[in-house]
């Protein structure tokens, strides 16, 4: 189960990335759109509505739930870079797939939002400043800092996360 869950395996924050690595992440963050629309790429109204595990999201909602997730990441890195470390905003992500946005609309929208954010959002890392990547925004409830390197790591994890129950999903099923 854990296999059909975390196909990648689950998100390490790193405690530090060199100029090198963080070039990498955000090249990935410029592919990671392209990558997606090829996991998605002549699938079938019934594939799309197909849970990638028991319990998980469609091929659609997760989609979607990429470009939502996205659209708030951008969000809370802009935040880090304007204010002093600001408290974030969280969001149910649960609620959020189940929406009927979220369920039934095609997945070319949230595909064609990802490709420009992703580029937008690659710029905005590739401006920064040493100094600007350490700049932090901070999670309720619990406190925990995450840094703008931290966030690029964590949004490259997340994109490469669900192309993965795709990928896994179309190989399982006899998809390809």
Excluded: C
Aim: a negative charge; zero cysteines.
């Amino acid at each position: 189960m854990d296999q059909l869950k975390y196909p990648i395996g689950t998100f390490s924050k790193p405690l530090e990335a060199d100029k090198m690595e963080r070039e990498k992440w955000i090249g990935d963050l410029k592919q990671a759109p392209a990558s997606l629309r090829s996991a998605v790429a002549g699938l079938n109204e019934d594939q799309l509505d197909t849970a990638y595990r028991i319990g998980g999201w469609t091929v659609r909602q997760v989609v979607h739930h990429l470009a939502d997730s996205h659209m708030n990441g951008y969000i809370r890195s802009k935040l880090a870079l304007t204010e002093e470390a600001p408290l974030i905003r969280t969001f149910d992500e649960q609620n959020w797939a189940g929406l009927a946005d979220a369920r039934t609309l095609d997945p070319d929208l949230s595909l064609a939002l990802l490709n420009t954010l992703h580029l937008r959002w690659a710029a905005l890392f590739e401006s920064l400043t040493e100094a600007d990547f350490e700049k932090v925004y901070v999670y309720p409830g619990t406190g925990e800092e995450m840094k703008l390197y931290q966030a690029l790591a964590l949004y490259v994890w997340h994109s490469h996360h669900h192309i993965a129950h795709i990928t896994a999903l179309r190989k399982r099923m006899g998809w390809n």
